[in-house]
């Protein structure tokens, strides 16, 4: 049974190939492709060609050594970068786009602690060496798709699956596990694969050796993701999710959601209060950015403007945009839509928090012209602006005024 439908020819090429179409990557592959050296697009570019999506980044495996590739490009006139030369990996960049470029590896032998890698000529022991079926096709610059793991088939089924033993791989690397969720959210279709969870869910303990960095960049991905919510419930029934949060977690509510962004997704799920924030921004490596987001919403929240489930009107929306700004108004609004009892209107009021933020109409220089000065005008203009919210923003030139008079005594 087939979920989806994939640009496949019959004879096992992409169909219709903007990808190959390119002429920036062409002339990459044109130039490490011949001589006796082979090169071919592999990952998540072909996956994603497969799917008619649109590449991440694009990556490039080929026979050729690395010193051979740096010199292939300089003779091309192509920008060669050697950002990861000593792993094999040369970043070009062709016409603006770049293309990062490996030498077939494969694993000689493991003493248990790390394998020891040697560059390679063979495709098919590449493909080995990756995480998932899907992720394991290459694509010749003939636009022929080669599969030695069963890949089509899974990624036409929408079936997320190891290459070799699930168990193993983990072992290999305990970020496949948070990898395995992340995939499955984005091109999964169906329940997750049995045999991946149950290694998943067997090699938890693993997750607490990963560095904080890798295990946040599959997070925002994962909660980035059209099957979030799906995967979420299952690490959660699991247990798994309360380990890679360090707390609770509410999957209901972020599934209300409907904002797919990551940082608001991740509020909705993990956040109930201040200290939660602090706890993610070391457990998940939060930005400052990212933290004060979520602060700011917590204290929109608390403000109370949004009474309990009810939307708010469009007034007080309005009240809220001119006290806390767009984005903390915004996604307070989102969050409380997501409550568990939201009622009334929320349509109207998340419309209004799109709409334009009221301006104050009075300056500083306005306060001192009317005969104050000193810390008396900053107080003078904050009891101002406090009133002309109150009174909803009047347009009137007159109530303004009057409105300032007011403001200008304690
Ligand atoms: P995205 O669109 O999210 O970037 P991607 O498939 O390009 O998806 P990357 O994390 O960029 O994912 O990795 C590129 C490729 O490298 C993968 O498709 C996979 O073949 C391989 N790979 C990456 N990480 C691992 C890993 N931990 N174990 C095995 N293979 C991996
Ligand atoms: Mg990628």
Do not use: C
């Amino acid at each position: 049974m087939t979920a989806r439908s994939l640009r496949l020819t019959a004879d096992g090429r992409l169909d219709g190939a903007p990808l190959l179409d390119d002429p920036r990557l062409a002339r990459v592959l044109d130039l490490l492709d011949r001589d006796g050296e082979e090169a071919r697009v592999v990952g998540g570019a072909v996956r994603n060609a497969l799917l008619g999506l649109p590449p991440g980044d694009i990556d490039v495996a080929t026979t050729a050594l690395p010193a051979a590739v740096m010199a292939r490009a300089k003779a091309a006139r192509v920008r060669a970068i050697p950002t990861g030369i000593e792993h094999g990996t040369v970043t070009l960049v062709s016409g603006g786009l770049p293309v990062e470029v490996t030498t077939l590896r494969e694993d000689v032998e493991t003493d248990g602690r790390h394998a020891v890698v040697r560059f390679g000529r063979d495709f098919e022991r590449d493909a080995e060496r990756r995480d998932f079926t899907v992720n394991a096709l290459s694509l010749g610059r003939d636009g022929r798709i080669h599969d030695t793991t069963g890949g089509v088939a899974d990624l036409a089924a929408g079936r997320l699956r190891f290459i070799g033993d699930a168990a193993t791989r983990i072992r290999e690397d305990y970020l496949r596990i948070l990898r395995f969720f992340r995939f499955h959210a984005t091109y999964g279709v169906g329940p997750l694969d049995a045999q991946g969870l149950a290694a998943a869910v067997a090699g938890r303990d693993g997750l607490d050796r990963l560095s904080r960095e890798r295990v946040r960049g599959e997070v925002m991905k994962l909660l980035a993701s059209p099957g979030a919510a799906g995967v979420l419930a299952t690490l959660d029934a699991e247990g798994l999710l309360a380990r890679i949060l360090g707390g609770d977690a509410d999957v209901a509510r972020m599934a209300r959601l409907a904002d797919p962004d990551p940082v608001l997704r991740l509020h909705a799920l993990a956040v109930r209060g201040g200290a939660d924030v602090e706890r993610l921004r070391d457990g998940l490596k939060l930005s400052n950015a990212e933290r004060d987001r979520m602060q700011a919403a917590l204290t929109v929240l608390a403000s109370g403007a949004p009474p309990g489930s009810d939307a708010p009107s469009v007034g007080a929306v309005r009240a809220l945009l001119f006290d806390h700004g767009r984005e903390a108004t915004r996604d307070a609004l989102r969050l409380a839509a997501a409550g568990p009892d939201a009622r009334g209107d929320w349509a109207a009021a998340l419309a209004a928090a799109e709409g334009e933020i009221p301006a104050t109409p009075f300056s500083g220089k306005d306060v001192v012209a009317r005969g104050l000065k000193g810390p008396a005008v900053g107080e003078a203009l904050a009891r101002f602006r406090a009133a002309y919210r109150d009174a909803g923003f009047p347009e009137d030139a007159a109530a303004r005024e009057a409105l300032l008079g007011a403001s200008l005594a304690p």
